[in-house]
């Protein structure tokens, strides 16, 4: 089966621009996550989605990150304007609905200079 | 709140040794923990978790050891292979939501 797609790959910006982040979960997967994983540390969840709705967005700095599954599929992250502390992996993530095992995608790194 | 650590940063290991990667939790009330695996440039990788109420679960060439009394979960590597080298994650979870500690990095020696 295929993975979770995410892209761009990688991006740079300069702080107060903007930019976003495309996810495409595994078919099916009901349960989508956004993580951002600052180099060095492990993965910090940033919203939760249960098909379109969101779940969990506690973490999430609602100041200048947005998320969205509209169609409860794919999913968009962004963040705007950006600063210079949110230069991390932006990583994707997907499981069957009630399941334990969630499936990564490559990440998207970010640069902000 | 949840914390997750690990006791080293980096693990050398040789070639067909066995590997040993601990990690400390302080929530007692998780339902199960997960050990993934990231190589540099990809996403984590699924390696294996354990539910709560066991203390030992084997997988092909791994084992996680869970001891809740001192909050402590292993995991072990039979025969660690090049392949092996990556950044190890403990993380625990409760509601489908995880919460990962920092990273140990294992480097295998050829």
């Known amino acids: 089966e295929a993975g979770v797609a995410q892209s761009p790959r990688y991006k740079i910006i300069e702080k107060r621009q903007s930019v976003a982040f495309w996810c495409n979960p595994i078919?099916?997967?009901?349960?989508l996550y956004w993580y951002q994983q600052i180099l060095g540390q492990g993965p910090k969840l940033l919203i939760q989605f249960q098909n379109n709705g969101v779940v969990d967005d506690s973490q999430l700095p609602k100041d200048r990150f947005s998320a969205e599954r509209l169609k409860g599929v794919d999913s968009t992250l962004k963040i705007q304007p950006a600063k210079l502390e949110d230069s991390a992996v932006y990583l994707c993530a997907s499981s069957w609905q009630g399941a334990t095992e969630q499936y990564f995608g490559p990440g998207t790194r970010l640069t902000v200079t | 709140g949840e914390s997750v650590g690990l006791h080293l940063p980096t693990l050398s290991v040789q070639e067909g040794d066995n590997s040993i990667i601990n990690c400390a939790y302080s929530?007692?009330?998780?339902?199960?923990f997960i050990w993934y695996k990231q190589e540099s440039g990809k996403g984590p990788q699924f390696i294996i978790d354990?539910?709560?109420?066991?203390d030992k679960r084997q997988g092909q060439r791994v084992t996680v050891l869970l001891n809740k009394t001192v909050k402590h979960l292993s995991l072990q590597i039979a025969a660690t292979q090049p392949g092996d080298s990556a950044v190890y994650f403990c993380?625990?979870?409760?509601?489908?939501?995880?919460?990962f500690g920092k990273g140990n990095q294992v480097v295998v020696i050829p």
């Open positions: 993380a625990q979870g409760g509601n489908n939501r995880l919460a």
């Open positions: 929530n007692s009330a998780s339902d199960y």
């Open positions: 078919s099916g997967h009901a349960t």
């Open positions: 354990i539910r709560s109420n066991m």
